[in-house]
């Protein structure tokens, strides 16, 4: 849960009064709320943690970071299903 | 033991652990606040790593780890009810309360769910109006502001059956406490990166200031830890004791605006009880009365809880980095992350489950020279 990982914008929409975005996390695609990065853009990275945009990354230190992260496991940590890994 | 081989760039790895070595003319000990941190240097053996006499010690930065049991007891209390849907981070759900966890109530019956964002909570709130939707609102400065939201957003948009069972703490009165305390050997600190990345660096120099003791903000993949530990030894040696950010890519000076204006909107600081340490004043935040009626300890009596401990868990002390997991005498026996008798060897960030999961079973080896392993 403490994990935050970088992110790539895909897509921005608006919904239920929020400023919403989907976001691809190396092949894992989640919707992550921008109110807090109201002007992040489409295409650019930012670190991510519980569904939330906290801060602006550049690509380079992103992709580094997602890289070591799918190597560790750690993607599959933090977006896996725990009743699952509990079996 | 780990090789220099497997980190991402050895070289620079190396580089950094000759540029720390040369540095040394006596010993250090630094906390690493964040177990994200504690992680990172137990998986790749940074702390064996290091020059001899460099210490790291393991700091309370486990916001799974430190959630009070009284507060443990009140979520299993909760989730327990008919009609209520429970939701939580799914680390949660083994930390044992007194006499179970939320797997345990949620194989009894309860309707317990994991979701991965405090929205998706509000949402399952909006697709169940003739339930009570309640989350599990804990977390360190990073998770607070996305809790926040998530009870604005509930108030703004009238959504009536989601609450929020409260127990966010705060990273900087946890530093002021350890440094506090007459058993302290911390010299250094190495903040946690993230939480810096919504609150910025603004709390900390007054810190520095009155310990006499250098804080540089630090990331947590392994080169950061290596160029965090590189920068508070060279104010060591120098006797410097100021705030420095090694983790400039994502913390600015005044971290995230918007996020610490919603804090200040949604919650208060109060004191918290830290599980194994005890209450910290103002080290925590509870929703402000203005929230009130999205506040799950009010909208559901659970007031009267009785608690209890296992006597053999000596997780404040791990906590407190008085005592390394390894040294416990009930780790690796009577307690395993599948029949935990504390938080620290459940959570994911947790010093015990570090020490578990990388095999550091025995009691703890002394510090290698890097040159010899590599
Ligand atoms: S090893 Fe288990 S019993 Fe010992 S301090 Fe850690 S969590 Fe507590």
Known sequence: ?87 | MKYLAEFQNPELARGLLDDIRAAVTRPWALMEVCGGQTHTIIRQGIDQLLPDGVELIHGPGCPVCVTPLEVIDKALAIAARPGVIFCSFGDMLRVPGTDRDLFRVRSEGGDVRVVYSPLDALRIATENPDREVVFFGIGFETTAPPNAMAVHQARKRGIRNFSMLVSHVRVPPAIDAVMGSPDCRVQGFLAAGHVCSVMGTSEYPELAARHRVPIVVTGFEPLDILEGIRRVVRQLERGEHTVDNAYPRAVRPEGNPAARAMLADVFEVTDRAWRGIGTIPLSGWRLSPRYREHDAEHRFDVVDIATREPAACRSGEVLQGLLKPNQCEAFGTDCTPRSPLGATMVSSEGACAAYYLYRRLGTPTTPLEASSVV
């Open chain 1, 1 to 87: 849960m403490c994990l935050a990982v970088p992110g790539r914008v895909v897509e921005i929409a608006e919904r239920d009064g929020a400023r919403m975005a989907v976001v691809d996390f190396s092949g894992v695609v989640k919707d992550v709320c921008l109110e807090y990065l109201p002007d992040l853009k489409v295409g650019e990275y930012a670190i991510v943690h519980v569904g939330f945009a906290l801060q602006r990354l550049d690509e380079e230190s992103a992709r580094k970071t997602l890289a070591l992260f799918e190597e560790l496991g750690l993607l599959q940590e933090e977006f896996g299903d725990p009743w699952e890994v509990e079996r």
